[in-house]
C-alpha cells in the first residue's frame, strides 16, 4: 500500500497564518522574478517580515536579483532550513544546493524538490512569504495552488499581445480553479496604451533597474519599484 507524503500536510501547516503571495505567468520573460522581488521589499518597508522563495527549480535566479552568490552561500540548519538574510528580507532557493546550476528536473521530480524546501524551512520570524513559481501551468505551480492554504495571486504579464493573450487564459484556467487572482501586473509598460481595470497595475520599464540588479538598496530607489510600491499597499488592504 503506497503511504502519502506527509510534506503536504507540513506545508500547509507551517504556512497556515501567514501571508503567502504566489507570483505567477503564463509565460517565461515576462519579469516575474523581479516583480517577485521588488514586492517582497516594498512588503518589507510595510513592517512585514518577508521571506522570498525561488521555486522555478529547473532554472533558479532570484539569487542574481537578490546578490547572493549560491556557489559560497549556505543557508543554515537548526530546526529546519534557515533563509539567507539580505537587508532583512529573507531568501530561500534550491540554488545553493545546486550552486547555481540548472536542474533537469521534470513533473514529479520537480513537485518533491519544491515540497521538500518548503516542507524543512524553519518559517520563524516570516508572516509574509512571497513565491516566485516556475512559468505557466505546469506541476510545481499546481501542486503550490492545491497545497498552499489560501494563497494570494499576483499574475504577471507584459503588455505584447501574445502576452496578454495568453495571460487572459491562464486567468481562465486560475478562475476555473478557484482562485481569482489579488492583482494583475503589466510589466516593462514603454508607452503602450493599456485599459487598466480593477485589481490592475502597471510597471514602467526602467533601465535603471538593470543596472541596480543584485542589490536590494538601489532596487529600492529605482523607478520600476516605484510602481510596485502600490501593488504591496494593495495587497495589504485586501488582507
Known amino acids: ?52 522563495v525561488d521555486l522555478d527549480v529547473t532554472d533558479p535566479n532570484m539569487h542574481v536579483v537578490v546578490g547572493v552568490n549560491p556557489a559560497e552561500t549556505m543557508p543554515g540548519e537548526k530546526k529546519g532550513i534557515e533563509p539567507i538574510s539580505i537587508n532583512g528580507v529573507g531568501f530561500l532557493s534550491i540554488s545553493p544546493y545546486s550552486k547555481g546550476e540548472p536542474l533537469p528536473l521534470r513533473g514529479e521530480e520537480a513537485v518533491n524538490a519544491v515540497r521538500e524546501l518548503l516542507a524543512a524551512t524553519d518559517y520563524t520570524g516570516y508572516d509574509t512569504v512571497v513565491i516566485d513559481t516556475p512559468p505557466g501551468a505546469g506541476d510545481v505551480t499546481l501542486d503550490l495552488l492545491k497545497n498552499i492554504p489560501e494563497p494570494r495571486i499576483v499574475a504577471v504579464s507584459t503588455p505584447s499581445k501574445l502576452a496578454v493573450d495568453s495571460l487572459l487564459r491562464f486567468l481562465k484556467l486560475l478562475r476555473d480553479m478557484g482562485h481569482e487572482p489579488d492583482a494583475i501586473v503589466y510589466n516593462m509598460v514603454r508607452g503602450e496604451r493599456l485599459k487598466i481595470g480593477r485589481n490592475e497595475f502597471i510597471v514602467r ?35
Open 1 to 52: 500500500m503506497k503511504v502519502a507524503d506527509p510534506r503536504p500536510a507540513r506545508i500547509r501547516s507551517e504556512l497556515s497564518g501567514r501571508d503567502v503571495i504566489l507570483v505567477l505567468g503564463s509565460k517565461g520573460g515576462v519579469g516575474k522574478t523581479t516583480i517577485s522581488v521588488m514586492l517582497g521589499v516594498a512588503l518589507k518597508i510595510n513592517n512585514k517580515g518577508v521571506l522570498l
Open 205 to 239: 520599464y526602467d533601465d535603471g533597474l538593470e543596472d541596480a540588479i543584485g542589490d536590494l538598496s538601489r532596487i529600492a530607489r529605482t523607478k520600476a519599484f516605484t510602481d510596485v510600491e502600490p501593488i504591496a499597499v494593495h495587497l495589504l488592504k485586501k488582507r
